[in-house]
């Protein structure tokens, strides 16, 4: 595991409530640990002993970790979370399970309940850009939408 690199996901009081909620959703998941507050400490973090810490979880493999740090700090969409999606099917799923309490947006992206932004990408996105003569007109298409529709950008 050395050299991994493991998102970690500040909130204030629900990491493992988040961390349940993304592990309900992508296949390949799971909960792998869970800390919690001891005594030690408590003059500093102020939260009661048992009260959970963190928790370690995977996404499709990809490891991450939940604090629950308080109310210090806020996500935003300067960092996002990329979703690549071979079927209109599973960006439907995505979008629709990601948005349920969050909020959508332009192009492909979305707030997830807890703030966390997620951009729903169909994978034949970069082929369709990397193609000078349609880019243009793909792009103008995407613009329009919010949830992606890989057929209205193939037709672009």
Request: a negative charge; one cysteine or more; hydrophobic letters at 40%.
């Given at each position: ?40 400490g408590f003059e500093i973090h ?111």
């Amino acid at each position: 595991m050395k050299n991994q690199i493991t998102p970690c996901l500040w909130f204030d009081t629900q990491a493992e409530e988040a961390a349940n909620f993304y592990t309900s959703i992508f296949k390949n998941s799971k909960i792998e640990s869970i800390s919690r507050y001891g005594k030690e400490g408590f003059e500093i973090h102020g939260q009661k002993e048992g009260t959970v810490l963190t928790v370690a979880f995977q996404i499709n493999g990809q490891p991450f970790t939940a604090l629950n740090g308080g109310p210090i700090f806020k996500f935003t969409e300067a960092v996002s979370f990329q979703v690549f999606c071979d079927t209109q099917e599973e960006i439907d799923n995505y979008w629709n399970k990601l948005t349920d309490g969050g909020e959508e947006s332009q192009c492909g992206w979305l707030k997830d309940k807890f703030g966390v932004s997620w951009q729903i990408v169909p994978s034949i996105l970069p082929e369709l850009m990397s193609d000078p003569a349609r880019a243009g007109r793909v792009v103008n298409a995407f613009m329009q939408m919010k949830k992606f529709d890989i057929q209205k950008l193939i037709n672009a």
